[in-house]
């Protein structure tokens, strides 16, 4: 059995410390990030282009991302969004890029390199490359006219408003700022090329994101599980299949399979007479049930269900033509929530 760990008390003064300390820097680096909002300009889109029709466009072309120290940590994750959001990208270290990883960015390829200073000498075989085989090279720097600034065909600056840390050494404001621009850059391209959640989910098939962008025809019961009669069947006979299916409702349709009604626990009650069983369903049906597309989410599906405080939904075409159903388990078992 683990002994659990003793917190210390913490003393008043030094909460009211720690709490100064926390809020200084979160709110130095809200202040960048608003100041660099408002400093964007057409570069921006100039960089976008450059993306879009280097590596968006193409089938072969990606976008390489470098930088030393912590702005490469910073680059490791813009790159990872950026594949996640559909575009085509990976991280080269610089270092490594000087001892035959160079051999790793292709002229179809599109450069972001991160330096605060613009001065990093370990980029420096990366931008020669890039200048030689004219592969595009966009900047994030403080610094445009710094060595890096000044190679790049597009320069996208940071603001320039010193550290969070009291020391104004340690890499705070400038990789916040340097992280959400990358995420800029991938969410303006994603909503260029109209990535949709179907999208989303082919890149994120796994965790709770990928439960969350499940579809519906993926969960539903097929069409020979599903419980339907038609419209001028007596009771009797649909309360056989309401049993037999153990959905706790029946779908009435006309035509074979178009979706006009459902008759559920509570009609039965509703409509409770000696001469239930020989009606035709029609008579207690409720007309115009709330229905899914197979394509939808399977967690909006879910949603409807919570708020209209039912169990299932029948699945149908655009046309009205049923093809499944869709219980509240089947969205709980998948983890969808």
């Known amino acids: 059995m683990n002994t659990p760990i003793s917190v210390p008390t913490a003393v008043p003064d030094r909460i009211a410390s720690d709490l100064a300390a926390a809020r200084h820097v979160l709110e130095a680096e809200a202040a960048a990030l608003s100041r660099m ?29 470098s930088g030393m120290g912590k702005s490469g940590h910073v680059g490791r994750k813009i790159s990872a969004t950026l594949a996640s959001t559909g575009t085509p990208s990976f991280f080269v270290h610089p270092a490594e890029a000087s001892h035959g ?3 790793m960015i292709t002229r179809q390829d599109a450069l972001i390199l991160l330096s605060k200073s613009g001065e990093s000498t370990e980029l420096a075989d990366i931008i020669a490359y890039s200048r030689r085989f004219a592969i595009p090279l966009i900047a994030i720097t403080e610094r445009r006219e710094s060595a890096l600034g000044s190679a790049a065909d597009v320069c996208l600056c940071l603001p ?28 303006a391209l994603l909503e260029r090329r109209g990535f949709s959640a179907s999208d989303f989910k082919t890149f994120h098939p796994g965790g709770k994101l990928g439960q969350r962008l499940l579809k ?3 969960l539903m019961h097929p069409l020979p599980e599903v419980p339907l009669i038609a419209r001028d069947a007596r009771m009797g006979d649909a309360l056989i299949v309401m049993s037999e299916k153990s959905f706790g ?16 626990d509570g009609d039965l009650r509703r409509h409770m007479a000696p001469d239930l069983l020989d009606r035709p369903a029609g008579q207690v049906m409720t007309a115009g049930p709330k229905t899914v597309a197979p394509d939808g989410l399977a967690a909006e599906a879910l949603g409807v269900m919570n708020d209209r405080k039912i169990t299932s939904l029948f699945v149908v075409t655009a046309e009205g033509r049923v093809v499944g159903l869709i219980h509240m388990h089947d969205c709980l078992r998948a983890g969808v929530s």
């Open 249 to 264: 409702c029946v779908g009435i349709v006309e035509d074979g399979d178009r979706l006009v009604g459902i008759i559920t």
């Open 37 to 65: 909002s408002a400093d964007l300009n057409e570069d921006f889109s100039r960089a976008l282009n450059l993306l879009e029709d280097r590596v968006v466009a193409s089938e072969h072309g990606r976008v390489i991302v």
């Open 101 to 103: 990883d160079l051999g």
């Open 216 to 218: 519906v025809r993926e």
């Open 160 to 187: 320039a408003d010193g550290e969070a840390c009291p020391l104004g050494l340690a890499p705070t404001t400038s990789t916040t700022a340097t992280l959400a621009l990358g995420d800029a850059i991938a969410v």
